[in-house]
């Protein structure tokens, strides 16, 4: 028996009833452990580009990276297969999970594809050729698309900026349960743990953000800095439901991965997540809906910038925007629509430079200090309280306060994307891979 480095590369592997990718990787990671296998990394969560809409759940993938008998390779894609067929609803519209298994050292155009899936639209048929052209062991359902993210989740090693999360998951025959995750323990568990943690709570408005909505098997997730952070913060945290199992997984949730990228607004293509420098050049206007949207120019072009209702106070800073600020949009990019163009849907604001907010208004009379009315076309302006007339005047120009700050801002916690580098972690980075894992960072 040889071991030799294995890639898994798990994507897709839920339905809407229930289940998830990373629950699916506990499970097999529990089958695997049981084996004569060696883990070299920790289960990584892999979240992509999170303007692609194809699905709903915050976009992630996952990677295993082990030492395993590679004579047992079709065996284990097998045992996959079976797990997935036992797992997902395949029946269910629009379930397309993949699987690879990767031996050795990924290939450098997977490696590509693993960074373009952070900020573009990859099109199933390069992940397919890529599988193609390198013979990698795979399984993919519906109609293949779990390949971008199992492929793109393999490629991506994490060898920079990093982070952690504990996910508890409860059993699943409890998913239609309330999860009764106690707000208390999580106050004390952030008071305890302080800056290891993050994301945990809303500092707004006190909100426990630890706990999702939907169906699905997580409990809880807790994410920090480092791995024995997130285990000890978790052993803090009290539910209602038990804990059936966790798992910690490495992650570039939380470090902006997906933003390295300046574009200027010629070369903008739908779906792209990345920076867009400029200079507002029209007044923000509230819309139907609460939306808030303004013009940003570059290079002699204009686009459409907005700020979405559930970013909340976040409209009030946009809103704030004047013609001639310079600014820094971290975008993702909206594909023209029936009753829109190409748009901007900010994500975070940087605000370089405010420029003076600046509005012409009618003149005061001289006489009573009031503002004038216009006189009618040409005709300049009159006062109406004592008859003063001024055919020569002309509006005046009026500054007002500015009531935003330079400097970066970002929607509530609540309504920030799973990659969005927090503000708690702007001058935060964890670089390089563990050289060895903790001896206890799953259940099973
Ligand atoms: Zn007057």
Redesign the pocket.
């Known amino acids: 028996m040889r071991l030799q480095e294995i890639h898994i590369g798990l994507d897709d592997i839920d339905s809407p009833k229930g289940g998830c990718t990373t629950h699916f990787a506990s499970l097999l990671v529990e089958q695997l452990s049981r084996q004569s296998i060696k883990w070299i990394d920790y289960p990584r969560l892999i979240r992509l580009n999170p303007g692609i809409p194809f699905r709903t759940r915050g976009n992630g993938a996952v990677a295993l990276q082990l030492l395993f008998d590679t004579s047992r390779i079709s065996d284990l894609i097998e045992q996959i297969e079976q797990m997935v067929h036992n797992y997902v609803d395949e029946t269910y519209p629009n379930t397309n999970p993949g699987a690879v298994i990767v031996t050795g050292e990924i290939p450098d155009s997977v490696q590509l594809l693993s960074q373009q899936a952070l900020w573009r639209m990859i099109p199933i048929e390069l992940a397919q050729r890529l599988v193609e052209r390198y013979d990698i062991v795979h399984y993919k359902g519906g109609n293949g698309r779990g390949l971008i993210g199992a492929l793109a989740s393999v490629g991506n090693a994490l060898e920079h900026d990093h982070t952690y999360e504990f996910i508890a998951y409860r059993s699943m025959d409890q998913s239609g349960f309330k999860r009764g995750v106690e707000p208390e323990s999580v106050l004390e568990m952030v008071e305890r743990m302080k800056d290891r943690v993050f994301s945990n709570i809303d500092p707004d408005e006190g909100r426990v953000l630890i706990e999702p909505h939907g169906p699905d098997p997580v409990i809880y997730g807790i994410r920090g800095e480092a791995a024995t952070d997130v285990i000890e913060a978790a052993g803090l945290v009290r539910s209602k439901q038990d804990v059936d199992r966790w798992m910690v997984f490495r992650s570039n949730q939380a470090t902006a991965e997906h933003l390295t990228h300046t574009m200027t607004i010629r070369d903008l293509r739908p779906y792209m997540a990345c920076l867009v420098h400029g200079r507002v050049e029209s007044r923000p206007r509230i819309m139907e809906g609460g939306h808030v949207f303004f013009e940003l120019g570059n290079d002699d072009e204009r686009i459409d910038c907005a700020a979405y209702e559930p970013t909340r106070g976040f409209r009030e800073i946009v809103r704030g925007l004047r013609v001639g600020d310079e600014i820094c949009v971290h975008a993702n990019v909206k594909p023209r629509s029936r009753t829109h163009g190409l748009t901007l849907n900010i994500e975070g604001l940087e605000i370089l430079n405010l420029g003076p907010d600046v509005l012409l208004v009618n003149p005061d009379?001289p006489?009573?200090l009031?503002r004038m009315k216009s006189a009618g076309s040409g005709k300049g302006f009159k006062?109406f309280?004592?008859g003063?007339k001024d055919r020569n005047a002309a509006k005046v120009e009026k500054r007002a306060e500015r009531t935003i700050k330079e400097g970066l801002h970002l929607p509530p916690l609540s309504a920030q994307r799973h990659l969005t580098r927090p503000l708690a972690r702007i001058n935060r980075s964890n670089s390089g891979r563990p050289e060895h894992l903790v001896s206890k960072w799953h259940s099973h």
């Open positions: 009379c006489h009573c009031k006062c309280r004592c003063f």
